[in-house]
C-alpha cells in the first residue's frame, strides 16, 4: 500500500494536500528534491487510490518529514502511521540517526498524531528567510 511517488501520481497527491489542507507544492519546487531523494517522497495507496502522502528528505546528517496529509474520507485508519513507519525505515536505511519536523502551533490534532509517533516537541524557534537570488515560492 505505501509506495514511492511517481509523477503520475502529482495531480493526486495535491488534491490530497488541498483536501488537508496543506501548501500544494508545485511540481517546479518537488523537481530538484526528487533529483536528492525520490525514495523519500511516499504515496499511501490502498485499493490503487492515492489517500495519503509524506514528504521526507535527507540532509546527510538529520531526516526532515513535511507535508503529511491523508484524505479525511481516509482518516482514523492508520494511513498516516504506516506511511511514517516506511519513512523512518528509509531513513534508518540511509544511516540517519534522528528525524525532525514542524507543526503549526494551531494543529492540535496534527501534534497529538505525532506525539502518539514518539515525536516530542523542542523548544527551537523556526526562523526564516527567503534568498533575494532566487525567484519567490509561490
Ligand atoms: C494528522 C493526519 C496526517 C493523521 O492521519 P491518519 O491517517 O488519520 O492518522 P492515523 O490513523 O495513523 O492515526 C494514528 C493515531 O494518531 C492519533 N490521531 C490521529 N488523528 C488524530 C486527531 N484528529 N485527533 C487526535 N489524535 C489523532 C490517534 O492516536 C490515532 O490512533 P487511533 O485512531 O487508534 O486513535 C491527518 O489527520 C491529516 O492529514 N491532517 C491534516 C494535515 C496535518 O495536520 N498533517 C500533519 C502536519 S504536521
Request: charged share 25%; net charge neutral.
Given at each position: 500500500m505505501?509506495?514511492?511517488?511517481?509523477?503520475?501520481?502529482?495531480?493526486a497527491?495535491?488534491?490530497?494536500?488541498?483536501?488537508?489542507?496543506?501548501?500544494?507544492?508545485?511540481?517546479?519546487?518537488?523537481?530538484?528534491?526528487?533529483?536528492?531523494?525520490?525514495?523519500?517522497?511516499?504515496?499511501a495507496?490502498?485499493?490503487?487510490?492515492?489517500?495519503?502522502?509524506?514528504?521526507?528528505?535527507?540532509?546527510?546528517?538529520?531526516?526532515?518529514?513535511?507535508?503529511?496529509?491523508?484524505?479525511?474520507?481516509?482518516?482514523r485508519?492508520?494511513?498516516a502511521?504506516?506511511?511514517?513507519?516506511?519513512?523512518?525505515?528509509r531513513?534508518?536505511?540511509?544511516?540517519c540517526?534522528?528525524?525532525?519536523?514542524l507543526?503549526?502551533?494551531?494543529?492540535k490534532?496534527?501534534?497529538?498524531?505525532?506525539?502518539?509517533?514518539g515525536?516530542?516537541?523542542?523548544?527551537?524557534?523556526?526562523?526564516?528567510?527567503?534568498?533575494?537570488?532566487?525567484?519567490?515560492?509561490?
Amino acid at each position: 500500500m505505501i509506495r514511492t511517488f511517481r509523477w503520475e501520481d502529482y495531480d493526486a497527491v495535491a488534491a490530497v494536500w488541498a483536501a488537508a489542507g496543506a501548501d500544494v507544492l508545485p511540481r517546479a519546487e518537488l523537481e530538484p528534491k526528487l533529483t536528492r531523494d525520490p525514495e523519500l517522497f511516499l504515496v499511501a495507496a490502498p485499493e490503487g487510490i492515492i489517500a495519503g502522502t509524506v514528504l521526507g528528505t535527507w540532509d546527510g546528517r538529520r531526516g526532515w518529514i513535511f507535508r503529511l496529509a491523508v484524505d479525511p474520507a481516509h482518516r482514523r485508519k492508520g494511513i498516516a502511521t504506516s506511511l511514517v513507519h516506511e519513512l523512518e525505515s528509509r531513513f534508518e536505511a540511509l544511516g540517519c540517526p534522528r528525524v525532525n519536523l514542524l507543526v503549526l502551533p494551531h494543529n492540535k490534532a496534527g501534534l497529538r498524531f505525532w506525539q502518539e509517533l514518539g515525536y516530542l516537541p523542542a523548544p527551537d524557534v523556526l526562523c526564516t528567510k527567503p534568498l533575494r537570488s532566487q525567484p519567490p515560492e509561490k
